[in-house]
């Protein structure tokens, strides 16, 4: 079975803290996303990583950026963290192209104070 | 991102009964492919059903099918004998390309589905 793991399923920072979500799997998939999720919003990607040190802008990347050293792990940095980041991230990942399933991991439930 | 509507932002079902959750999508492409996912209160998201749109058949998982509608641009899911554990938030995901994110998946907003003894 696939596992995609974050980091915390709860976290609490304050306004201008720099936070870390890390996100690993252990199925050797290229593809890694970074998605929020808001109430009557749906799930909107941040980020997306097709490969080691590659990385491309979702729909709403504004505020955050990332990281993919190593192919299993793929993180997302709130530089400065803000009020309007408190969210439900979460992280998922993909073998190949579009006709493949995206697997998620549990979520991390942001609270920035 | 391409728009993605689920215009049912609640839908109540009693157990055993069947339901329909409708999703429709914009696209201008032939060839894609389109998701069902679950999240139950636990929030982890979950495949339910999985469509390729160049298929005239209708996917089907044991309980879970859809109605894909190409030409309409529709994509709905029918659960069939509702039962307690179905009841979570359901997202359609159409697997469509733009410009920022290649073939990443775009959710609708989601609806929640309530099963009733």
């Known amino acids: ?113 | 991102a391409q728009t993605v509507t689920q215009s049912q932002p609640e839908m109540s079902v009693q157990e055993a009964e069947t339901v329909t959750l409708s999703c429709t999508y914009d696209t201008s492409e032939s060839d894609y492919y389109l998701f069902w996912y679950k999240q139950p209160p636990s929030r982890q998201m979950i495949l339910v059903i999985r469509q390729e749109a160049y298929k005239q058949q209708n996917a089907t998982e044991n309980r879970f099918s859809v109605n894909f509608q190409k030409a309409a641009k529709s994509f709905s899911l029918k659960i069939s004998d509702s039962q307690l554990g179905d009841a979570a938030m359901y997202f359609c995901a159409p697997g469509l390309s733009n410009s920022n994110s290649g073939y990443a998946l775009n959710f609708g907003k989601g609806t929640s589905l309530l099963v009733t003894p």
């Open chain 1, 1 to 113: 079975d696939v596992k995609v793991t974050q980091s915390s399923r709860y976290l609490v920072k304050r306004t201008g803290e720099k936070v870390f979500l890390e996100c690993v799997q252990d199925m050797d998939h290229e593809n890694m996303f970074w998605y929020r999720q808001d109430p009557g919003l749906g799930l909107r990607l941040i980020y997306f990583s097709y490969d080691v040190k590659m990385k491309e802008k979702g729909d709403i990347p504004e505020g955050y950026s990332v990281s993919r050293e190593k192919k299993e792990r793929f993180s997302l940095i709130l530089e400065s963290a803000s009020t309007n980041q408190t969210s439900m991230y979460l992280c998922a990942s993909r073998r190949g192209g579009a006709s493949e399933t995206q697997y998620f991991g549990p979520g991390t439930r942001l609270l920035v104070l």
